[in-house]
């Protein structure tokens, strides 16, 4: 399976609910940078056992702090995977990632991992789950796991797992500034309720000029109309980054923004000569781990080849 990372163009964070979770609106766009999972399975003489043995290896640029245990969202899919389909389970299943998305850089590469195990145990077991069934265990992983399986451009509401597609016209460039160390999730936005503490937070909302700007593929508009309410908390924690930001709209960005709880930056650029060029300013000015360049939109999770 292969399954793309995303990007957040837009992340309005309205109150916390009493779930734990924060609703939001927020705007999606898969991106070509990828994981690629392979799964086996097979049947060992070992029924002592009384669950599946899941093997997890990581390999690929970013192998580095997968987590190899049943921590990693990836084995929890598979194990959920199989107690809701109620499936005779394999006695021994193996899940190799090769991880090209950053750990923890707010570009769902454990939520991609997770949606690629789903659709490759669906495709591997025969299962015939249709793709809101499929979307909907992915719900139950996490609240980006959905889109991962939908990829292309969508709207996310509640906590960001309702997907409405949009309209959209072109191809976009992406330049990433990706950084030393990521950023927890549950502690960005803990860090944004306590920045926005004592204030009264109105419901999320939408920014309409974004959704025109994709669907004119008005580079310039959308540049102008991305937006993260966690930037200031991801700020907060790496004030490193709004640094990076700077340098990157020095440097011919059309617009910037952290990729939801972050810590990687998305810069949109013109094409793909702008593409280096600011690539290059950004490797230069030292301020950034490494930088990735992406298009898209591009598919959600993809079979890519079975036996
Ligand atoms: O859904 P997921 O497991 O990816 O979310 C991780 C954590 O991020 C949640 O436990 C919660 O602390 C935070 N979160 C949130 N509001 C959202 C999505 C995530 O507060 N809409």
Known sequence: MRVPAKINLHLSVGPLMESGYHEIVTVFQAISLFDEITIRYWE??????????????????????????????????????????????????????????????????????????????????????????????????????????????????????????????????????????????PVVYSECDRLRSGLVISPPTLNQNLISALASGDLYNLGNALSNDLQAAAFSLKPALKLILEVGKDNGALGGLVSGSGPTVAFLVLDEESAIDLAVALTASGVVAGVTRATGPVHGAQVISSF
């Open 44 to 185: 060992e003489n070992i029924s002592l056992l009384n669950k599946t043995v899941i093997d997890i290896s990581a390999r690929g640029t970013f192998a580095n702090g997968v987590p190899l245990d049943d921590t990693n969202l990836a084995v929890k899919a598979a194990r959920f995977f199989f107690e809701r389909c109620k499936i005779e389970t394999p006695t021994k299943l193996s899940i190799d990632i090769k991880k090209e998305i950053p750990i923890a850089g707010g570009l769902a590469g454990g939520s991609a991992d997770a949606a690629g195990v789903l659709l490759g145990l669906d495709n591997l077991f025969s299962t015939g789950l249709n793709k809101a069934e499929l979307e909907e265990l992915a719900a139950e992983l996490g609240s980006d796991v959905p889109f991962s399986l939908s990829g292309g451009v969508a709207i996310g509401r509640s906590r960001g797992e309702e997907l409405t597609p949009v309209l959209v016209r072109g191809n976009y460039h992406w330049v990433l500034a990706i950084a030393h160390q990521g950023l927890s999730t």
